[in-house]
């Protein structure tokens, strides 16, 4: 098929040349003197995206499946219990991840759309005061259904309840595209993957390990080896990993955190909301809407569209990837059928943003989908117009 291909599902996402230029070199000895360089720098890099000034960035090879297990196992035994929300795929997915570790889980089921309300996290707490529970597991930007939990209230939820639970935040879809602050929301873990804010391939599991998290580990925790952070931390302090790196990988993560550093970190985050606002724009235009039910919790890094009765959302992904060489997000778990998933996160613009809608517009029409070509495509358009507008009279 000629044209480049349109990759706009939630992550993985287009890897840029310059992280590919990085990554394209031999490899190195990872005992030396260069690589040890090569951590001490982007440990604090990472640091920075995390906001953080006291977490611990540990690093995996691995997918942010390891990165969960890394989470649980350090400071939650089996038998242990920990409260969670099933409010999407992910979310019920991390949740499914603690039961296989012989972990109890409290789950409590809201309806996909919905973010996690900060008072059920304190109802729940207080309701279950006799049955200690030692975490607490929010996915702070559930990809699934493109809805965004406010972790800064759950962490006031959980301080009202008067509860020492740990907060374990999943952030693999919205650290480096969606506001997250590490140290004053109160996090005590956030974990991520490499292959989508930070526009790296699959292949690191990325975690932020606050203080009270690693003494919690150093006296608890489940049985563990690979994923134990506590050799990491300690040979991370001379450079070094107590397992063979993912060498190639970190170069490119170097690089990645170069090029959000030059664009300025707070300016990704605007990029971001911009393209996140000019996406629906166009889903508004089309008289669709996202499944996320309120406005003000849409996430930043995808938008999930709901198709209308009668039109299956896999038709409208096949088509688009068939006839444009367009890749959109399936509808994952229950809601497959019903919406598909656009992804608007890791290294893109404006014009790569109005392709994409113009193609999911072809897809739509040629479904059977009653919109009006041209109609979405015009109202991202005007949005970015009026977004340059406003930025060139600050």
Same mark, same amino acid.
């Given at each position: 098929m000629s044209g480049r291909?349109?990759?706009?599902?939630?992550?993985?996402?287009?890897?840029? =040349?310059?992280i590919l230029r990085a990554m394209a070199r031999p490899v190195i000895d990872h005992r030396g003197p260069e690589f040890a360089a090569l951590t001490q720098e982007i440990?604090?890099?990472?640091?920075?995206?995390?906001r953080t000034a006291k977490g611990a960035v540990v690093i995996y090879p691995a997918s942010g499946t390891g990165a969960w297990e890394a989470a649980l196992v350090n400071v939650i035994r089996p038998g242990e219990r920990v409260l969670s929300f099933n409010n999407g795929h992910f979310s019920a997915q991390f949740a499914q991840t603690a039961r296989d570790l012989g972990i109890e889980v409290k789950e409590v089921a809201l309806r996909w759309g919905q973010e996690v309300p900060p008072e059920l996290v304190e109802e729940q707490l207080r309701a279950n005061a006799n049955q200690p529970i030692r975490a607490v597991l929010i996915v702070h930007n559930e990809t699934s259904t493109g809805v965004t939990t406010d972790v800064k209230e759950i962490r006031r939820a959980i301080d009202a309840a008067g509860h020492d639970a740990l907060l374990i935040v999943d952030t693999v879809s919205s650290l480096a595209s969606i506001d997250f602050w590490f140290d004053e929301w109160g996090v005590d873990i956030a974990l991520c993957g490499s292959?989508?804010?930070?526009m790296l391939p699959p292949g690191l599991g990325i975690l932020c390990v606050g203080e009270r998290a690693q003494a919690v580990a150093e006296r608890g925790g489940s049985p563990r080896h690979f994923f134990d952070w506590r050799p990491v931390i300690r040979d991370n302090a001379a450079g070094f990993f107590p397992y063979t790196p993912a060498t190639l990988l970190l170069f490119g993560l170097r690089e990645a955190l170069t090029m959000l550093f030059e664009e300025g970190f707070d300016n990704v985050l605007t990029r971001h909301q911009r393209l996140a606002d000019g996406v629906r724009a166009a889903v508004a235009a089309w008289k669709l809407r996202p499944l996320g039910e309120r406005p003000e919790r849409l996430s930043n890094s995808l938008t999930a569209v709901v198709v209308p009765d009668g039109v299956s959302s896999n038709d409208v992904i096949r088509r688009a990837r068939e006839r444009f060489n367009l890749s959109l997000g399936v509808g994952l778990g229950r809601i497959n059928g019903r919406v598909f998933r656009i992804g608007h996160?890791?290294?893109?613009?404006e014009l790569e943003v109005l392709a994409t809608?113009?193609?999911? =517009?072809?897809?739509l029409v040629e479904c059977g989908v009653p919109i009006e070509l041209g109609a979405g495509v015009t109202a991202s358009q005007q949005l970015f117009a009026r977004?340059?507008?406003?930025?060139?009279?600050?």
């Open positions: 291909p349109f990759l706009q599902i939630p992550g993985p996402t287009n890897v840029p =040349e310059r440990l604090p890099g990472m640091q920075q995206v995390f292959q989508k804010g930070l996160l890791g290294a893109l613009n809608i113009a193609g999911t =517009e072809l897809a977004a340059a507008a406003s930025l060139a009279v600050v």
